[in-house]
């Protein structure tokens, strides 16, 4: 098991990558704060655990599968996934244009530091957050990336972190507070668990028994996609393992109802970043 800490275990791979450590910037419980945007397929990260940090990692594009603790996180756009120190994770298959933000928070005895550290450990594994998250993750790193650590600049950035940390919390209280029904946890396991079944959007609004705007609107809230996009995402998902089975491209698009196999391997590389015969083909497939 890796044990890892500082800004060197993000080395970018085949992703553009912005890593800053801010203690420079007078926020040393920061040890690394950056963006990574994937330009091609990545293959999953060793398992490892953050010595003494909080990991936050923000999805701004795309969507990867996080696991942890023997289960599997599906980070969709706006969802925040929380690793705390010691719990031992990987991040599996990337596909291209994957892209997210994260951040290390290391405790520290300071009073505020504390009272961050403390909500900090309280926060759910998966949530969805607002925007201005990401505004935040966008105006620290752009600062950063000027190098200007004039007082003023230190004080824009202590600033920004403190907002960000609070923003966090409080998404997250916002969605405790803003439970889904459970019907839209059924729904969901239903396409996990039966992605080759058929769900019209006005059956599943009946189900609800909320309006089709609430009903789209709730779901990309609990979800990070829409209903039609899940029900892909589930399938191609599902697809990789009857791929690695055996069952040739034509038999997967069948199964799913795909019209032809060209349309499927064109839905396959837009939610993996490559065709279904070059994921086959790749060392570990």
Known sequence: MKSLDFSDEFTPRAYKAKVFNLREFGVPQV?????????????????HVH??????????????????????????????????????HRQLECPK?????????????????????????????????????????????????????????RIRIQTLIRSLWLDIIDSA?????????????????????????DYPLDDLVTESGVSKASFISLFKMAHGLTPHAYLLHCRIEESKRLLKDGLSVKAVADRFGFPTPQHFSRTFRNFVGITPMKWLSRKGA
């Open 31 to 47: 040890p690394v704060i950056g963006r990574t945007d994937y330009r091609q397929v990545d293959v999953a990260s060793p398992w």
């Open 51 to 88: 010595r003494n940090c909080i990991e936050f990692v923000y999805c701004a594009a795309g969507a990867c599968v996080y696991e942890s603790e023997e289960r599997r996180f599906n980070l969709t756009p706006g969802m925040m996934f929380v690793s705390r120190p010691h719990e031992a």
């Open 97 to 153: 244009g994957y892209a997210t933000f994260y951040m290390l928070f290391r405790p520290s005895a300071n009073e505020t530091i504390r009272w961050f550290a403390n909500r900090f450990a309280k926060l759910p594994r998966l949530f969805p957050c607002s925007r201005p998250v990401a505004v935040r993750f966008v105006k620290i790193i752009a600062l950063a990336e000027t190098g200007d650590a004039s007082l003023g600049a």
């Open 173 to 197: 209280s916002l969605s405790v507070k803003q439970k889904v029904p459970e019907v839209f946890s059924a729904i969901a396991e239903r396409m996990q668990a039966y992605p080759e079944r």
